[in-house]
């Protein structure tokens, strides 16, 4: 198949419709950094969610999911399906106290959260690494993988000869960008976000993100069935793996096991359960901060807030990833593991790697205009991602940075700088991808980073007690851990993260006991303005368990229902039983259902956020 004239079209009608946004935007995006990075606070619960949705996956995602199935098969996306443990948690615990806050960046947070001189420095510190290195870390992997897209679509040697020459005298056709061909459409793709993101801010950028889900999820499905059919249909997939790889394979299992890919790790069952739950916390954003919150921050309301985490919830688990598993399944059989060419209906196809299966198999299985229908789909992935981390990196540089510097700065200078800081940060994380190699190495090298930012990060929402001091030690504590595990040992993924985690809390725990208490007034503002859930000064032991309790029964009744939903959809689509499905359905449903919306009714203790 080759990019026809009309799959051109397609994709050039998206990216004008995107600049358009931002040149609508521009205006009211300008007048002060609430709307550039806020939106005024003034966006709809449903739109905040399905902002959320699109942003929290790229073009790199169906790419690393088509490697992991390839790896260690369905069962091995349990590198990333914990984060539903940080959603949950979310919708529970976050979603609105992060509305209440009325903070612009969760770096911000610090101010109100803790007392004495090291709050700012702590300030400045999360901003520069959540701002900074791991939004240029994430931006990185997300041009990594557009690049594989872009191999096997865009070929600007025959569009553009004459541009083509130029980059070529630039960059070798060896050079760590992979080619010319790539370094051209990943640059003029980067020049269309950095136009339409810094003219419209958040508001053009939440504008975007619905559109581009539209497109993603409606090509992701168009890959996903015509993939299916290919292989034919449910009987066909099962049969097929069982001739190429054998009766015994586990490529279709959606929880690992230990005669699965589980055998080669160092660490049995029991701790991989334990990596699941360390998995699942911690982060540098396992408290729903980060670009989550900003959409959380900009609804209209802390109920609204809460919305919008309910439906994120349910689009991220139980309805775009079918697709994907899909597409990364039928690939072990179009593309069997372990070739490099392939020979299919008279067309030669080569596989750089197994992420680069899912762009192969656009090219193989989509006709023309559908092929640029998907291919915008992923262009919009990307876009959106990156649209966001660039905006979303941009408030830190403003807010936290700047602003510290320059407190009396006008409006029309922060805006200047936010859009300066959206070129800054596109250009910084161009320079990290040529460091990059796969993308479930970038999404480790994230989380081992956040490791060391997770214990805390959760603990300062529910114990008065911790301080500055506290997040200081554990940082310090968790980095210097992870790299040297990292760096001075073979021990596992897996394990290494539950020793970065451990360090992590002897940190907290060291700097609890030595660091100074916050001061009353610190904490009695912030208990009037959030009123949080846990150990406060204003309950009693008794009263803080039992609000404790509560939540976290209500935490794992959303946690158990998903599961129980995944389960089901799994049987339905990989192994057949309608029965199974139905009966797992109704329970997982009703779950959820009673988790979301009966058990604060029930308990009612004036404990629903």
Same mark, same amino acid.
């Given at each position: 198949?080759?990019?026809?004239?009309?799959?051109?079209?397609?994709?050039?009608?998206?990216?004008?419709? @995107?600049?358009?946004?931002?040149?609508?935007?521009?205006?009211?995006?300008?007048?002060?950094?609430?709307? $550039?990075?806020?939106?005024?606070?003034?966006?709809?619960?449903?739109?905040?969610?399905?902002?959320? %949705?699109?942003?929290?996956?790229?073009?790199?995602?169906?790419?690393?999911?088509?490697?992991?199935?390839?790896?260690?098969?369905?069962?091995?996306?349990?590198?990333?399906?914990?984060?539903?443990? @940080?959603?949950?948690?979310?919708? @529970?615990?976050?979603?609105?106290?992060?509305?209440?806050?009325?903070?612009?960046?969760?770096?911000?947070?610090? &101010?109100?959260?803790?007392?004495?001189?090291?709050?700012?420095?702590?300030?400045?510190?999360?901003?520069?690494?959540?701002?900074?290195?791991?939004?240029?870390?994430?931006?990185?992997?997300?041009?990594?993988?557009?690049?594989?897209?872009?191999?096997?679509?865009?070929?600007?040697?025959?569009?553009?000869? /004459?541009?083509?020459?130029?980059?070529?005298?630039?960059?070798?056709?060896?050079?760590?960008?992979?080619?010319?061909?790539? =370094?051209?459409?990943?640059?003029?793709?980067?020049?269309?976000?950095?136009?339409?993101? &810094?003219?419209?801010?958040?508001?053009?950028?939440?504008?975007?993100?619905?559109? +581009?889900?539209?497109?993603?999820?409606?090509?992701? @499905?168009?890959?996903?069935?015509?993939?299916?059919?290919?292989?034919?249909?449910?009987?066909?997939?099962?049969?097929?793996?069982?001739?190429?790889?054998?009766?015994?394979?586990?490529?279709?299992? #959606?929880?690992?096991?230990?005669?699965?890919?589980?055998?080669?790790?160092?660490?049995?069952?029991?701790?991989?359960?334990?990596?699941?739950? %360390? +998995?699942?916390?911690?982060?540098?954003?396992?408290?729903?901060?980060?670009?989550?919150? +900003?959409?959380?921050?900009?609804?209209?309301?802390?109920?609204?807030?809460?919305?919008?985490?309910?439906?994120?919830?349910?689009?991220?688990?139980?309805?775009?990833?079918?697709?994907?598993?899909?597409?990364?399944?039928?690939?072990?059989?179009?593309?069997?593991?372990?070739?490099?060419?392939?020979?299919?209906?008279?067309?030669?196809?080569?596989?750089?790697?197994?992420?680069?299966?899912?762009?192969?198999?656009?090219?193989?299985?989509?006709?023309?205009?559908?092929?640029?229908?998907?291919?915008?789909?992923?262009?919009?992935?990307?876009?959106?991602?990156? /649209?966001?981390?660039?905006?979303?990196?941009?408030?830190?540089?403003?807010?936290?940075?700047?602003?510290?510097?320059?407190?009396?700065?006008?409006?029309?200078? +922060?805006?200047? %700088?936010?859009?300066?800081?959206?070129?800054?940060?596109?250009?910084?994380?161009?320079?990290?991808? #040529?460091?990059?190699?796969?993308?479930?190495?970038?999404?480790?090298?994230?989380?081992?980073? *956040?490791?060391?930012?997770?214990?805390?990060?959760?603990?300062?929402?529910?114990?008065?007690?911790?301080?500055?001091?506290?997040?200081?030690?554990?940082?310090?504590?968790?980095?210097?851990?992870?790299?040297?595990?990292?760096?001075?040992? /073979?021990?596992?993924?897996?394990?290494? #993260?539950?020793?970065?985690?451990?360090?992590?809390?002897?940190?907290?725990?060291?700097? %609890? $006991?030595?660091?100074?208490?916050?001061?009353?007034?610190?904490?009695?503002?912030?208990?009037?303005?959030?009123?949080?859930?846990?150990?406060?000064? /204003?309950?009693?032991?008794?009263?803080?368990?039992?609000? #404790? &309790?509560?939540?976290?029964?209500?935490?794992?009744?959303?946690?158990?229902?998903?599961?129980?939903?995944?389960? =089901?959809?799994?049987?339905?689509?990989?192994?057949?039983?309608?029965?199974?499905?139905?009966?797992?359905?109704?329970?997982?449903?009703?779950?959820?259902?009673?988790?979301?919306?009966?058990?604060?009714?029930?308990?009612?203790? *004036?404990?629903?956020?």
């Amino acid at each position: 198949m080759q990019f026809q004239l009309i799959d051109f079209w397609v994709i050039l009608a998206y990216l004008v419709f @995107v600049l358009l946004i931002g040149f609508f935007c521009r205006k009211i995006a300008a007048k002060n950094k609430e709307e $550039y990075f806020l939106a005024g606070r003034n966006i709809p619960w449903w739109l905040a969610g399905i902002s959320i %949705v699109a942003t929290s996956f790229a073009a790199d995602t169906p790419l690393a999911i088509c490697g992991i199935i390839a790896n260690r098969g369905l069962s091995g996306n349990w590198l990333w399906l914990p984060w539903m443990g @940080v959603h949950a948690a979310m919708i @529970v615990f976050f979603a609105a106290a992060w509305r209440k806050t009325g903070v612009l960046t969760d770096a911000q947070f610090i &101010s109100i959260r803790y007392s004495g001189n090291r709050k700012e420095a702590l300030r400045l510190l999360r901003a520069g690494v959540s701002g900074i290195l791991l939004n240029c870390i994430i931006l990185a992997w997300v041009f990594r993988a557009m690049l594989k897209i872009s191999n096997i679509f865009f070929n600007w040697e025959k569009w553009l000869p /004459d541009l083509f020459d130029i980059f070529k005298w630039i960059l070798p056709a060896s050079g760590e960008l992979g080619s010319p061909n790539e =370094a051209i459409s990943l640059i003029f793709i980067i020049i269309i976000i950095a136009i339409y993101s &810094s003219m419209g801010g958040i508001r053009g950028v939440i504008i975007t993100d619905f559109i +581009q889900f539209i497109l993603t999820l409606v090509g992701g @499905v168009w890959l996903a069935m015509s993939a299916w059919n290919y292989v034919g249909g449910q009987r066909g997939l099962s049969q097929s793996l069982d001739r190429i790889y054998g009766e015994g394979h586990h490529f279709l299992d #959606l929880f690992p096991s230990q005669a699965g890919w589980l055998s080669t790790l160092e660490i049995g069952s029991l701790l991989f359960a334990i990596y699941i739950l %360390v +998995q699942s916390i911690s982060a540098i954003d396992s408290d729903g901060g980060g670009y989550i919150m +900003q959409r959380l921050a900009a609804t209209r309301s802390a109920k609204d807030a809460r919305k919008a985490s309910i439906l994120f919830f349910i689009f991220q688990y139980l309805i775009r990833i079918w697709p994907w598993f899909i597409v990364g399944v039928a690939a072990i059989i179009i593309l069997p593991i372990g070739q490099d060419v392939y020979t299919i209906e008279g067309s030669i196809l080569v596989l750089g790697d197994r992420e680069s299966a899912y762009p192969v198999l656009m090219d193989l299985l989509l006709p023309p205009g559908i092929l640029g229908l998907v291919l915008a789909g992923l262009l919009a992935a990307f876009m959106s991602t990156v /649209d966001t981390h660039i905006n979303w990196g941009a408030s830190y540089i403003v807010n936290d940075w700047f602003l510290k510097i320059f407190p009396s700065a006008s409006d029309k200078a +922060q805006i200047r %700088v936010a859009r300066s800081a959206v070129i800054l940060f596109l250009l910084i994380a161009l320079i990290i991808s #040529l460091y990059i190699g796969t993308i479930e190495k970038g999404w480790r090298a994230v989380a081992t980073i *956040g490791a060391a930012f997770g214990t805390p990060t959760l603990l300062r929402w529910f114990w008065w007690r911790l301080n500055a001091e506290a997040e200081f030690a554990a940082i310090t504590a968790g980095i210097l851990a992870g790299g040297i595990l990292a760096f001075f040992t /073979d021990i596992s993924y897996e394990f290494r #993260l539950i020793l970065t985690t451990s360090s992590s809390f002897l940190g907290v725990m060291a700097g %609890v $006991y030595w660091g100074k208490p916050i001061e009353a007034a610190t904490i009695k503002h912030f208990i009037e303005k959030v009123h949080p859930i846990g150990f406060w000064p /204003d309950r009693s032991l008794a009263q803080s368990l039992k609000e #404790l &309790s509560v939540k976290l029964f209500q935490l794992l009744i959303i946690c158990f229902g998903l599961i129980l939903l995944l389960t =089901a959809f799994h049987r339905l689509i990989f192994i057949g039983g309608f029965a199974f499905f139905l009966l797992f359905f109704i329970a997982g449903g009703l779950l959820l259902y009673l988790a979301l919306a009966k058990i604060p009714k029930f308990f009612n203790q *004036g404990l629903t956020p």
